[in-house]
């Protein structure tokens, strides 16, 4: 094995970059967290006043706006049985059951459509049998998978009524870091709870998790609060939270609500989703790196650490410890500039790549493909 190829392997994090056609985040395959992300915008003046004697806090407008939109989804599926190996050994024991044993699950969504369209988190009703939508006056609904889409972690659930409420939908791309952010879900059962944070990054990506880009958030978020939303104080949802650190106390993600949009609109009109992809995983070429894979001081590009089998960058010739210098005459100076090109570009798109590969300069040509089902993310 070369220097250059044991200098790349502990890069590879993930086999493909697989990128959202989405109008949220950007996510590259091998890249860890990063402190920004294409979720930016000029910082503005944001700081809430106390409210006067008498009044209300301006987050009380904000949950009343949002609150009877946000639904609790309790699920019922089918697992096998906890005991079976037990039972294996030492036989069928009274009080434990025989067979295949049902699991209840919680999470929550909010309602984007009067008639009845639900986003929530895919995890929430993967597997599920049954699922029982309530909302906060206390109805409950029979809900129905419309679609879900394991590289964002969204699904969409339908239940069977009219006229109801809805959330307003923010711009998640006008989020800077310290914008107020409201999280409203059921938390381990309690059901319509309301946490109050701060936006503390965009654009992060969570290591073995759903191939997005995500907004940080302070605001508490607990199992339950699955696929409920985050909220600004306008009343508007700017994102659908997803998950929290288990490694640390304030730290939860959730995904942009312009790329919670995008699949939304995909899922309704055919129940999946089309991402685009080229098959390759990236790092950002720095200095450090540039001198350990020879290449010529002040380069500035993307090295490719990977290359999934029988993907557009494989049929494009592109290879393991290539450095993408340009694409389509653009620079491409660190990891999230490829991803979010790919990003926002159509399936069938043709991408022309300025290659250093040996010393030398190329151009190759590839077109960007659809990610296959079951590519990793």
Not at 2 to 10: A, F, G, K, Q, T
Not at 72 to 86: E, G
Not at 315 to 338: H, K
């Amino acid at each position: 094995m070369s220097v250059e190829m044991r200098v790349l392997r502990p890069f590879i994090a993930v086999v493909v970059l697989a990128l959202v056609a989405t109008g949220g985040g950007v996510a590259g395959a091998v890249l860890a967290t990063r402190p920004g992300g294409a979720e930016t915008a000029a910082a503005q003046p944001r700081i809430l006043p106390p409210a006067p004697p008498g009044e209300t806090s301006p987050f009380v407008a904000a949950v009343q706006r949002v609150r009877p939109a946000v639904v609790n989804i309790s699920t019922v599926r089918t697992i096998q049985n906890p005991f079976s190996d037990f039972q294996d050994f030492f036989g069928v024991t009274p009080g434990l059951p025989s067979g295949p044993v049902q699991q209840q699950g919680i999470g929550s969504g909010v309602i984007v459509s009067p008639d009845g369209y639900i986003l929530t988190n895919a995890h929430v009703v993967a597997g599920a049998q049954h699922l029982t939508v309530t909302l906060l006056d206390g109805r409950k609904f029979t809900g129905t998978v419309v679609g879900t889409d394991s590289v964002t972690d969204l699904a969409v659930v339908k239940i069977p009524a009219r006229g109801l409420p809805v959330a307003p939908l923010g711009n998640s791309a006008a989020l800077v870091p310290g914008d107020w952010a409201i999280a409203i879900g059921n938390p381990y059962g309690l059901n319509f709870t309301v946490t109050v944070g701060v936006i503390s990054a965009t654009g992060r990506t969570i290591a073995n998790g759903p191939q997005e880009s995500f907004l940080q958030t302070d605001a508490p978020i607990n199992p339950g609060n699955s696929g409920g939303p985050l909220v600004n104080t306008a009343g508007q949802v700017i994102g659908i939270n997803t998950a929290k650190s288990a490694a640390g106390q304030g730290i939860g993600f959730a995904i942009p609500i312009n790329t919670a949009q995008s699949i939304m609109r995909q899922l309704i009109a055919t129940g999946h989703v089309v991402h685009p992809y080229l098959g390759v995983g990236i790092r950002t070429l720095t200095p450090a790196l540039a001198s350990t894979l020879h290449v010529p001081a002040g380069t500035k590009g993307v090295v490719i650490a990977e290359v999934a089998p029988s993907s557009p960058a494989a049929r494009a010739g592109l290879q393991q410890g290539d450095v993408i210098e340009q694409a389509n005459g653009r620079p491409t100076t660190n990891a999230a500039d490829l991803a979010a090109l790919v990003h926002h570009s159509a399936v069938g798109t043709r991408m022309l790549l300025l290659v250093l590969r040996d010393g030398h300069t190329r151009y190759i040509v590839a077109h960007v493909g659809q990610m296959p089902s079951g590519a990793s993310s």
